[in-house]
């Protein structure tokens, strides 16, 4: 063992350099199929006006308001796809369907249920409004309308929207191409019986679903082993085609981690060392043409909440999202959460409902190893360093990971 030369970073600080290095990927247009869940990359204006002509709101007749109260001669019917073709002028009317379009001098529909229809007559009530039972041109969109902001996320009804719109596709945010590779002679396969000594790589499974979720193309590298020249070659060849690369393990101060001294010989590490619990060994570089790396801690918990706490925002970032932190919400601590020296720590919690309020419980023994202080877990609490901690009963800020 040596000592680690590399300073240990405040939590907020390391966070901090993270995103400062982390770059914005740029825009690629995208078909609509694919633009769910993606951030549109500029305003989207409206090129026409919704609905486009007059259409019926109803099933009724086309008429005049100054007609009302009169017995009028129906002329023909305009359905949806299929509009009449000549006018409604005084004393006459058009059957019409629910989005027909209003024929020209016509300015109202009266409903069915309203009027008293015989052979091709039909007689309409009194007080009959001009504008009633149509949307007007424009009257959902106007021409010229600013309809998505840009920056903003795509879901079904801006997809939709869209396509209302005539748009069969749209500028997004471009992917993150990410690099995945786990470290470790004592790591095998899912699935193949582990010898003594050995462990299943499992935070591959458990990273690359985080990726996936974080809006990330991935590339599975799988197991490297603990030997610096096979290391270099993986990494260097990944990082050809990817933006960043997400490795674990390899990041601690036995004499076989060694992932630090790989990145240095690539490019600059900024943070070799963050005073956060779990995830002190993490690191992050900068690899040249805004590339970059992220060398999570081998332990899972550890490799998971830094993946929250740093590379999560980054990836969010390099997709143009405006929000790239988890939600928050007022907890109520139903626990006593005991600071841990100088390190910030991020307490695993599920939460319940008590009356108006949100009650955080602790996840039991925080170990690093202990994903089972995760799986379930609906938020993230921290415990600010120094020897106060937080009290039970007392409120913080919670980061929302699902709610219950
Ligand atoms: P390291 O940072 O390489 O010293 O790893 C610390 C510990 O994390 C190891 O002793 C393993 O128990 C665990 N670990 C490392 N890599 C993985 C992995 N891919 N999957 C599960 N556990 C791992
Ligand atoms: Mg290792």
Avoid at 93 to 105: K, Q
Avoid at 220 to 236: H, N, S, W, Y
Avoid at 338 to 354: I, K, Q, S, W
Wanted: with cysteine; charged share 20%.
């Amino acid at each position: 063992m040596r000592a680690s030369t590399y300073p240990l970073v405040d939590a907020d600080e390391a966070a901090a350099l993270v995103l400062e290095h982390t770059p914005s990927l740029g825009s690629e247009s995208r078909p609509l199929g694919e633009c769910a869940g993606r951030v549109v990359a500029h305003d989207v204006v409206a090129p026409a006006a919704l609905p486009a002509y007059p259409v019926s709101a109803v099933d009724g007749f086309a008429v005049r308001a100054t007609d009302a109260g009169k017995t009028l001669r129906v002329l023909g019917e305009s359905a949806a796809g299929r509009p009449y073709a000549g006018d409604v002028s005084s004393g006459t009317a058009a059957r019409i369907l629910t989005g027909g379009v209003l024929p020209d001098g016509a300015d109202c529909v009266v409903m069915f249920e309203d009027v008293t229809a015989d052979g091709d007559t039909v007689a309409v009530p009194t007080g009959l409004k001009p504008g009633s039972n149509f949307h007007a041109p424009g009257a959902d969109v106007r021409q010229g309308e600013l309809v998505i902001a840009a920056g903003s996320v795509l879901g079904p009804a801006e997809i939709g929207l869209a396509a209302a719109l005539g748009l069969p596709e749209l500028r997004v945010g471009r992917l993150p191409r990410v690099a995945l590779m786990s470290t470790g002679d004592e790591l095998v396969e899912v699935g193949r019986t582990p010898g003594r000594g050995q462990i299943t790589d499992s935070n591959r499974w458990a990273l690359l679903a985080a990726l996936r979720e974080a809006g990330a193309e991935v590339t599975v590298l799988g197991i490297a082993p603990d030997r610096q020249d096979e290391l270099r070659a993986l990494v260097t060849g990944a990082l050809e085609s990817a933006d960043a690369l997400v490795t674990s393990g390899g990041v601690s101060v036995g004499t076989h981690d060694l992932v630090k001294p790989l990145l240095e010989s690539l490019g600059s590490v900024h943070v070799g060392r963050v005073k956060l619990k779990p995830g002190k060994p993490f690191t992050f570089a900068t690899l040249g043409d805004g590339k970059l790396a992220f060398g999570l801690p081998g332990f899972p918990v550890s490799s998971l909440v830094t993946f929250e706490v740093f590379v999560r925002p980054a990836l969010r970032k390099m997709q143009g999202f405006s929000q790239r932190h988890r939600p928050t919400l007022p907890v109520r601590l139903g626990f006593e959460a005991r600071a841990v020296g100088d390190r910030t720590e991020y307490h695993r919690v599920t939460l319940h409902r008590d009356g108006r309020d949100l009650v955080a419980q602790t996840t039991g023994s925080q170990s690093s190893s202990r994903l089972m202080s995760l799986a379930g877990a609906h938020g993230l609490v921290r415990v600010p360093p120094g020897d106060q901690g937080l009290r039970a009963g007392s409120f913080v800020e919670a980061l929302i990971l699902s709610l219950p």
